[in-house]
């Protein structure tokens, strides 16, 4: 879980206590590995493939794959970020913290963007990145890639390539970096608590 979300999370800040370790290290770069080759092998290369990282979660997952490809393909990829903050469907529901960089690299009116994200859950940062890619051209395709999906849709959203299928209670936190992806809950900061009296 990118650091936002932490300070974000119900109850609005907490510590991420992890109960289980679901992948480790290699098992990551096995799943990014995975993905590259599937990137590939639908587009038929990388030709018109520019990678976005959601913000804040996805950002170094799509560098990952961007090696990934350069080594499977000996060539280059465009790698961008996207925040989304200011296109989700809940503002006034929880804070938002429009703070991280949106960087699209080039045109991409008739490319094939392959979204990035660390977890997909119920599918509305997707939709808020759907929304916000149409300030930014007509992009031939958009494809999904997510580290692990854990289920509890909302919206018809369904990712295109997946490192690990996850199943969850919605009070867990899935956190995923390019380290491991653990499993866990948000339990109050109680240091938080103390500055305040």
Do not use: C, W
């Not at 919206?155 to 653990?182: A, F, H, M, Q, S």
């Amino acid at each position: 879980m990118a650091e936002r979300e932490r300070k974000i999370a119900r109850p609005y800040g907490g510590v991420f206590v992890a109960r289980t370790q679901v992948l480790d290290s290699s098992q990551v770069g096995r799943a990014m590995t995975r993905i590259a080759h599937e990137v590939v092998e639908r587009n038929h290369g990388i030709e018109d493939v520019i990678l976005i990282g959601l913000q804040t979660g996805g950002v170094a997952l799509a560098d990952r794959i961007a090696e990934e490809l350069k080594r499977i393909e000996n060539a280059d990829v465009a790698v961008g970020s996207l925040d989304v903050a200011l296109y989700r469907d809940d503002i006034g529901l929880r804070p938002v913290l429009p703070e991280a960089v949106t960087n699209i690299p080039g045109d991409i009116t008739d490319k094939i963007v392959v979204l990035v994200d660390d977890v997909l859950y119920t599918g509305r940062t997707i939709r808020a990145a759907l929304d916000a890619l149409n300030d930014f051209g007509r992009p031939r395709a958009v494809q999904l890639a997510v580290m692990v999906d854990r289920g509890h849709r909302e919206l018809p959203i369904r990712p295109d390539y997946v490192g690990k299928n996850l199943p969850t209670r919605r009070d867990e936190l899935v956190n995923v970096t390019v380290d491991g992806v653990e499993l866990g809950e948000m339990f109050k900061d109680h240091l938080d608590e103390g500055a305040d009296q």
